[in-house]
């Protein structure tokens, strides 16, 4: 079946930094790709939606300018964590749609634990 | 009311026990996911699912458009399905999942 991961896996960085998760479709081509956060014991919550080529759509409530993405490839998007801070401590995951044309079929990365200190 | 109502939220069964995991949903859909995310956090896909029945190793998905309704089942549970089950929709022509809030599952010997 169609592989997603992230990298890395896990990050613990220091308040003020930036930190770059990337998520890579291995197997298959993503025109789409979508990233999620999740609070412990909640659900996923979409922060924004990346397409090949162009600019990501946000959702609401979402700072595009803290939550950098770019999905320069049909295979890699980033998610760019700037200036963090504790609140962003969180676990983010992707997803990826196969571009194959099955709408539908999404896949989902293993996640990323950001912590902040 | 959400979109997507799960039942039950917690779960516990004992090994061997057949389980059932129950998803409604009040709008229309183009697809419904079944999902998986263990204590480590990682999410796996269980089914994609149109329509009647999917069935893979000891899990069943099955769908019912009318009643916008659809279940998971789980034969001879085991401790390892321990995990998080979540339902989400794809609504309509988007592409963005519609997610429910999830069952707990603890499967114990």
């Known amino acids: 079946g169609a592989v997603v991961s992230q990298h890395p896996s896990w990050v613990i960085c220091k308040s003020g930094t930036s930190v770059k998760i990337e998520c890579r479709s291995l197997?298959?081509?993503?025109?789409?790709m979508f990233w999620y956060r999740q609070f412990p014991k909640q659900s996923l919550m979409l922060m924004a939606t990346?397409?090949?080529?162009?600019?990501?759509?946000?959702e609401q409530g979402v700072e595009k300018d803290k939550f950098l993405i770019n999905h320069a490839s049909l295979t890699l998007s980033t998610l760019t964590v700037t200036s963090a801070h504790p609140e962003d401590s969180s676990f983010y995951i992707c997803?990826?749609?196969?571009?194959?044309?099955?709408?539908?079929?999404?896949?989902f990365g293993p996640g990323t634990r950001l912590t902040v200190t | 009311k959400n979109e997507v109502e799960q039942s039950p939220q917690n779960l516990t069964a004992q090994e061997g026990e057949f389980i059932t995991i129950n998803c409604s949903y009040s709008?229309?859909?183009?697809?419904l996911h079944w999902l998986q995310q263990h204590p480590g956090g990682g999410i796996v896909s269980l089914f994609m699912l149109s329509s009647g029945k999917k069935k893979h190793g000891r899990l069943i998905a099955t769908i019912n458009i009318q009643e916008k309704h659809s279940s998971l089942h789980i034969t001879a549970s085991h401790p390892r399905d321990s995990a998080v089950y979540i339902c989400?929709?794809?609504?309509?022509?988007?592409?963005?999942?519609?997610f429910g809030t999830g069952t707990r599952l603890q499967v114990t010997l």
């Open positions: 989400a929709v794809l609504k309509g022509t988007a592409s963005k999942l519609t």
């Open positions: 709008v229309g859909i183009s697809a």
């Open positions: 997803s990826a749609r196969d571009f194959s044309g099955r709408a539908y079929e999404q896949y």
């Open positions: 990346s397409n090949e080529g162009s600019k990501a759509t946000y």
């Open positions: 197997d298959f081509q993503a025109t789409t």
